[in-house]
């Protein structure tokens, strides 16, 4: 199975901006779709955003126009830009990857704090 790594997480002020990694072992444009989800304490993990192999993208509603989603296939890695941070962000963000039978693979996720 792929094998994915992120990284970039950290801790920033509410308006702040990030950008999580998600390095992949292989290639990354075989995969039908590569997205992220996020987990906050005590809560169930939610979908973040996904891109297609197509370069489609979708958001959901509580990141739409803040995040955004891109890969590069040369380096096999996936990112996520996020801009204005809130303190709802705050959650251990995780790589996932849909492959060609449909099967998903996860990373071991990254943390981001957004506090005062």
């Known amino acids: 199975q792929v094998q994915l790594a992120e990284s970039g997480g950290g801790s920033v002020q509410p308006g702040g901006s990030l950008r999580l990694s998600c390095a992949a072992s292989?290639?990354?444009?075989?995969?039908?779709?590569m997205g992220w989800y996020r987990q906050a304490p005590g809560k169930q993990r939610e979908w973040v955003a996904d891109i297609f192999s197509d370069g489609t993208t979708f958001y959901s509603d509580s990141v739409k126009g803040r995040f955004t989603i891109s890969r590069d296939n040369a380096k096999n890695t996936v990112y996520l830009q996020m801009n204005n941070l809130k303190p709802e962000d705050t959650a251990v963000y995780y790589c996932?990857?849909?492959?060609?039978?449909?099967?998903?693979?996860w990373g071991r996720g990254t943390q981001v704090t957004v506090s005062s």
């Open positions: 996932n990857g849909t492959d060609q039978f449909l099967f998903p693979s």
């Open positions: 292989e290639g990354i444009s075989s995969m039908n779709a």
